[in-house]
């Protein structure tokens, strides 16, 4: 468990899949914009239920920590996110997305910041990876405030689930290092 000013994060349970189901179905037109995971049939509860009980729990035994943000006033499901391993040891992908009556607030920005704390000062972290797509300001926003530094852009490389669009993908990067140097 994390917390944060406004949040506890933890990872989530199957008595969380009704709150993730909710937040998912009112935001789903904006999910399937920007998130890679957002297909037609990934709305349904037996995905919801199955995102916590299989990918939760295989990202977890892979060295990944997908993490619930709940708001500690009215216990809503504020966000969903946390880190993933990838291919090289110590380096980890993160994102997040959120309860469409929390947006704009801070939450992702605050949410991130806890994670990548965790990830580099209790989980070994070397690197961490965030990216966005294009068109999504608001994401670009709180990848730049949490001191993420631009990678790469990979040109049409995802697929909005919503438009059809190819969209280009906006890389960056955060080194344990430069993490260190902007902690006051």
């Not at 890679?36 to 990944?64: C, H, P, R």
């Not at 966000?79 to 997305?97: I, K, L, R």
């Not at 631009?150 to 490389?157: I, N, S, T």
Request: aromatic share 14%.
């Amino acid at each position: 468990m994390i917390e944060t000013q406004r949040l506890i994060l933890r990872r989530p349970t199957l008595a969380d899949a009704p709150a993730m189901q909710d937040i998912k179905q009112a935001n789903w037109p904006e999910l399937q914009k920007w998130m890679v995971w957002a297909a037609d049939d990934q709305l349904s509860m037996d995905a919801t239920k199955s995102f916590i009980t299989d990918f939760v729990e295989n990202d977890f035994k892979n060295g990944g920590c997908i993490l619930f943000a709940f708001h500690k006033e009215t216990n809503d499901l504020v966000m969903v996110g946390g880190f993933n391993a990838t291919d090289t040891q110590h380096v980890y992908s993160t994102g997040y997305w959120g309860n469409i009556d929390y947006l704009s607030q801070g939450y992702a920005t605050e949410m991130t910041r806890a994670i990548i704390d965790y990830a580099f000062t209790q989980h070994a972290a070397e690197k961490i990876l965030i990216s966005y797509f294009e068109g999504n300001e608001k994401s670009k926003r709180i990848i730049e405030k949490c001191g993420f530094d631009f990678l790469e852009k990979k040109e049409k490389y995802h697929k909005s689930f919503a438009t059809s669009e190819m969209m280009d993908e906006y890389c960056y990067v955060l080194t344990k290092n430069n993490w260190k140097q902007q902690k006051p």
